[in-house]
């Protein structure tokens, strides 16, 4: 069965680092999204991208997120300067197009921010 | 502003015995409604959606949600839970833009089984 999958699955940084989070979705999927969860709290929505440009965004990503598919196969997620607040699970999902469509999710990344 | 909300944080039931979650939502809309479950080290796995139709649906490891529009309400329920079904379970509204859905989470629920 096709699934998302993310690496690495824990990465510790440090403050003012510059890190990237690699996802692989599906392969027939087109629409492509970040989400966090903050230990203890709920996961939120980060941005969603589709043909190449972003979708959707929310209010955390700002300037220091950016996103990318360098190629057929990778979607990235990167943060240009850690922060503390900024450790946190990342989840990344896929689907197919269509708002029925369900979004697969990976294991997620564990970033860890000293 | 869509949200969702999931009253209990932690429910301990014994194997055997029957569950239900709670889900509250609010969505200006007809709601796409999602739930899924998370164990320990894994990612979200959906477990049912509800978007129009039928309001009770069915979904994968004998699971099923009602759909009550006059309560805004969407629980989770099984009839016998077994100790395999010890994970987080997590509502979400689906806000529709263009062809996509960006799912709103609730807090999460952790389910612990009893032998």
């Known amino acids: 069965e096709p699934e998302v999958t993310q690496t690495p699955s824990h990465q510790v940084t440090q403050m003012g680092q510059e890190v990237i989070l690699r996802c692989v979705p599906i392969?027939?999927?087109?629409?492509f999204y970040w989400y966090r969860q903050i230990l203890g709290q709920k996961v939120e929505f980060l941005v969603s991208?589709?043909?190449?440009?972003?979708?959707?965004k929310s209010e955390i990503f700002d300037d220091q997120f950016s996103v990318e598919r360098p190629d057929g196969s990778n979607f990235t997620l990167k943060i240009r300067s850690t922060k503390l607040e900024d450790s946190a699970m990342y989840f990344c999902?896929?689907?197919?197009?269509?708002?029925?469509?369900?979004?697969?999710f990976g294991p997620g990344t564990r970033l860890t921010v000293l | 502003a869509q949200s969702v909300t999931q009253p209990d944080i932690h429910i301990t039931v014994s194997e055997g015995a029957s569950l239900e979650l709670r889900c509250n939502y609010s969505?200006?809309?007809?709601?796409?409604l999602f739930w899924y479950v998370q164990s320990p080290g894994q990612g979200l796995q959906l477990l049912l959606k509800?978007?129009?139709?039928?309001?009770l649906v069915q979904g994968i490891k004998g699971f099923e949600a009602e759909f009550k529009r006059s309560q805004s309400s969407f629980n989770l329920r099984k009839p016998s839970v077994h100790w395999s079904d010890a994970a987080e379970y997590f509502c979400?509204?689906?806000?529709?833009?263009?062809?996509?859905?960006?799912?709103?989470f609730g807090a999460g629920t952790r389910l612990a089984v009893h032998p």
């Open positions: 999902a896929s689907s197919a197009v269509g708002p029925g469509n369900e979004q697969f």
């Open positions: 392969s027939n999927h087109l629409y």
């Open positions: 991208f589709y043909n190449n440009e972003i979708s959707e």
């Open positions: 969505y200006g809309a007809t709601p796409y």
């Open positions: 509800y978007f129009s139709g039928d309001t």
């Open positions: 979400a509204v689906g806000s529709i833009s263009g062809g996509y859905n960006k799912l709103i």
